[in-house]
């Protein structure tokens, strides 16, 4: 049991190092942050003002401390421009990118693991192989060229779906399908590899050898064993999938907390942009651990090794 | 599928210099061209101001190319240095640099190299500035794992205690095994950085008007996706095509190096 504090204190360990990188970011602005932030023509006064509410007139030490207090009671601070509490614009784009990120998962899953048993099953056949070459290069595929790419054909083209806005059911479709199709390919791979690993096992051989059929073999007894690493993949990609809506979301105008970032930065609006970077950082980090963690207990051969 | 990397980068590579040959202006500007379709004057169209398409394709990925290779010998210059210190010392030292990659490995994707590129202003230095500062973790990771296994190997042993000095021992006795490994991982980074670069650029991060880059072109593309089709349709497909071979010839280094990146 003490190497699940282990790992409990090196979670922590690198959350706190986030916490101090995005705190840091504001530092690393060239020169004045309030100037950049509010403008050459501002007055003395809103720039002290800006200045004492950021607290950035107190040594480093004591800024930090203060960030630390206030993430503690919720409180992320406010926009600059808007002068809304930033957790309330929070509390609006979250589950926007969350639903987005969920459905993708739901098609890359779908279309993923399906596709990944096909190519396992007729391993190193033409379908094997058109499918492997297919998978291998859409993922690396970046999302700003994917996007675009289906925006074109199902929305200019074709006319089936809205080209961006988030104003009709059918608007989640094309941005969920750039992001899924990217995550499908890679459970295609590492469903095809995995299964491919388990059905040399012993355990196969003698399901064979009882005379089941290849259906029940590769359902019930291979796919069981092969599923834990995938599983695994599908919460690491999910980390994944709340970074790459950034670039989505801006693609198709879908209000998320990815567009938040990039709206931020546009307008400066760094306190918004700090809050976003660490928003997304922490989910990522949070559902890592909660994988690492489900894996660790689903599968009693590993064991944590500190 | 070696055949067609080569095909690809030789094409880009012969095109980019028969532009500067012909000396095709990506800047100039022809108003009654705006949006223009493939034509004689505009072999593949023009953009929304009327500049030529093929000459900011040509200029873009010279640019591109140019800031990949700063960005992977710098990150790659201060990974392996990080990395063969970690792998070398272990102990603490090795604890507290590796701490530190976790906390950068912590913001998922471009996440990081986007926070940098915010705070830091858009333009040309600034991106490769972000792309240096987040793009050095893997090369420590992959070096630090290398020198680890290397660190206790007999040669290395007998250099030590023949007397040879620490530098010595990890850059003539450690680094020259490294060398194949990171050949490689210098490839695929170089296409990771393009594509980062491009992702920059597309969110108006990166490289800023009027100097071209492909991600602010397929920007644009998309801008006027409704009335000029082609213009997404032909900036998609050049990037395609040279993410295509940059990884397809990094599979091939790989299998022709017999890089075995796990131990």
Redesign the interface.
């Given at each position: 049991m003490t190497s699940i504090f282990k790992q409990i204190s090196?979670f922590a360990?690198?959350i706190f190092?986030?916490l101090?990188?995005?705190f840091l970011?504001?530092h690393?602005?060239?020169g004045d942050p309030v100037e950049?932030m509010l403008g050459e023509s501002a007055s003395t006064a809103d720039r002290d003002m800006l200045r004492a509410d950021l607290g950035l007139n107190q040594p480093v030490v004591t800024q930090f401390s203060r960030y630390l207090i206030k993430l503690a009671h919720g409180d992320f601070g406010q926009s600059i421009h808007t002068k809304t509490p930033i957790i309330e614009m929070l509390k609006t784009r979250y589950p926007a990118t969350v639903k987005l990120a969920l459905l993708s998962l739901l098609i890359g899953i779908s279309i993923g693991i399906p596709l990944g048993i096909f190519a396992a099953l007729k391993a190193n056949h033409w379908q094997d192989i058109v499918v492997t070459l297919v998978s291998v290069?859409l993922s690396?595929?970046?999302a700003?060229?994917l996007?675009?790419?289906l925006?074109?054909i199902f929305a200019?083209?074709l006319g089936w779906l809205p080209?961006s806005g988030m104003e009709s059911n059918t608007s989640i479709i094309l941005p969920a399908l750039t992001l899924g199709f990217g995550l499908s390919a890679i459970l295609t791979r590492m469903t095809r590899t995995s299964l491919l690993e388990v059905l040399n096992d012993d355990y196969i051989r003698t399901a064979r050898a009882k005379g089941l059929t290849e259906k029940t073999v590769i359902l019930r007894h291979a796919l069981r064993a092969a599923l834990l690493p995938i599983i695994t993949i599908v919460g690491l990609q999910m980390?994944?999938l709340?970074?790459?809506t950034?670039?989505t979301e801006?693609?198709f105008s879908w209000d998320g907390i990815g567009r938040l970032?990039?709206e931020s930065?546009?307008k400066r609006d760094?306190p918004v942009?700090q809050a976003c970077?660490l928003v997304?950082?922490l989910s990522?980090?949070l559902v890592n651990f909660v994988t690492d963690v489900l894996y660790r207990m689903a599968d009693p051969r590993v064991k944590f090794a500190g | 599928m070696k055949k067609f990397a080569i095909t690809v980068l030789s094409f880009w590579l012969i095109a980019v210099m028969l532009g500067r040959l012909f000396g095709l202006n990506p800047n100039s500007i022809d108003l009654n061209a705006i949006l223009s379709t493939p034509s004689a004057a505009y072999w593949l169209g023009a953009d929304d101001l009327g500049r030529s398409i093929l000459a900011r394709l040509l200029r873009g990925v010279e640019v591109s190319f140019v800031v990949a290779t700063v960005v992977t010998v710098v990150t790659m210059t201060i990974g392996v240095l990080v990395g063969l210190i970690a792998g070398f010392y272990g102990g603490k030292i090795d604890q507290f640099l590796m701490?530190?990659t976790?906390?950068?490995l912590?913001?998922?994707?471009?996440?990081?190299a986007?926070?940098?590129a915010?705070?830091?202003?858009p333009g040309l230095v600034n991106l490769t500035i972000a792309l240096s500062m987040t793009g050095w973790v893997s090369y420590a990771r992959l070096t630090r794992g290398q020198t680890l296994a290397l660190r206790y190997r007999q040669h290395v042993l007998a250099a030590e205690s023949l007397g040879a000095t620490v530098p010595r021992l990890i850059f003539r006795h450690i680094l020259p095994l490294l060398a194949s490994i990171l050949v490689v991982e210098a490839t695929y980074s170089l296409?990771s950085v393009m594509?980062a670069e491009?992702?920059l650029s597309?969110?108006?991060?990166g490289i800023q008007a009027p100097n071209a880059s492909w991600?602010a072109m397929?920007r644009d593309?998309?801008r006027y996706?409704?009335v000029a089709?082609h213009y997404?349709?032909i900036v998609?497909l050049s990037?395609?095509s040279l993410?295509?071979a940059i990884?397809l010839g990094g599979d091939y280094l790989r299998d022709k190096l017999d890089v075995r990146t796990e131990k």
């Open positions: 090196s360990t690198v190092g986030v101090l990188l995005t970011l504001i690393l602005v060239p950049v290069r690396a595929m970046p700003f060229w996007g675009p790419m925006m074109l200019v083209w080209v980390g994944s709340l970074a790459g950034v670039i801006t693609i970032l990039v930065i546009e760094y942009t970077v997304v950082a990522y980090v | 701490k530190i976790d906390i950068f912590a913001f998922p994707g471009i996440l990081l986007i926070a940098f915010a705070v830091l202003g296409a594509i491009a992702s597309f969110l108006g991060l991600g397929l593309g998309v996706m409704l089709p997404v349709l998609g990037l395609m993410i295509l990884n």
